[in-house]
């Protein structure tokens, strides 16, 4: 089975940086994904780490290890815009990904 | 390049009326996924499908949720009859690959009164 673990919520001010810890425990673990979503929208693809490390899309940075089963989706120069529910999610090796309850990050002025 | 269509994107019923929605994946996505989404919480993975067949139902309730993906392609999810607690929103998606990249469609809100 796959189980995730993110906090509920994290407020920071524009210009900091926020870090959202995940968790899992996945029988068959492939790899961990991050997703956006704002309110109403669809979940919009982020980054996908199937080995461990860092890998840094603009302001945004995810990291794997796979020895803790832990990741974290690092949001850089936070902008009013980056206010909205993050989701991590596992792949197992038979290609189901699940997703995590989601953390709402709330972005103020 | 079109993205995931859905439709509807709202739809309002009484209990226990049906109510099927409908999708098409980006052309060329062998991978196609029905999750279910309640408020403040993450996506529920209902079914799976690579091409025509479905790899993964196991959260699929089965009684009253049925789905189908004839030739591959365009997908349609049934629930019959729908019960209060069905009310959702209803999220497909595609992927070409199993690189954990999932393309989402804007999803069909489903109130069941």
């Known amino acids: 089975g796959q189980s995730l673990e993110q906090p509920s919520e994290v407020t920071a001010v524009e210009g900091a940086i926020v870090q959202i810890n995940c968790t899992y425990q996945?029988?068959?673990?492939?790899?961990l994904s991050w997703y956006q979503q704002h309110d109403g929208g669809a979940p919009t693809f982020l980054s996908y780490n199937a080995l461990d490390g860092l890998e840094e899309t603009g302001r945004f940075s995810s990291f794997l290890s796979r020895s803790d089963s832990y990741g974290y989706l690092l949001l850089q120069e936070l902008q009013m815009k980056d206010s909205a529910s993050y989701f991590c999610?596992?792949?197992?090796?038979?290609?189901?990904?699940?997703f995590g309850a989601g953390t709402q990050v709330v972005v103020t002025p | 390049e079109a993205g995931v269509v859905q439709s509807p994107r709202y739809k309002i019923i009484e209990k226990k009326q049906p109510v099927a929605f409908w999708c098409n994946p980006i052309?060329?996505?062998?991978?196609l996924y029905w999750y279910r989404q309640n408020l403040g919480q993450g996506p529920e993975l209902l079914i799976r499908?690579?091409?025509?067949?479905?790899?993964?139902d196991s959260q699929l309730p089965k009684d009253r949720f049925s789905a189908e993906r004839l030739k591959g392609v365009d997908s349609t999810l049934k629930i019959q009859p729908a019960e209060l607690g069905d009310s959702a929103v209803y999220l497909c998606?595609?992927?070409?690959?199993?690189?954990?990249?999932?393309?989402f469609g804007e999803g069909s809100r489903l109130t069941v009164l």
């Open positions: 499908y690579e091409n025509e067949e479905a790899v993964d």
């Open positions: 999610a596992s792949t197992d090796s038979w290609g189901k990904l699940q």
């Open positions: 996945t029988s068959g673990f492939y790899g």
């Open positions: 052309s060329g996505h062998n991978t």
């Open positions: 998606a595609s992927s070409p690959t199993n690189t954990g990249e999932l393309f």
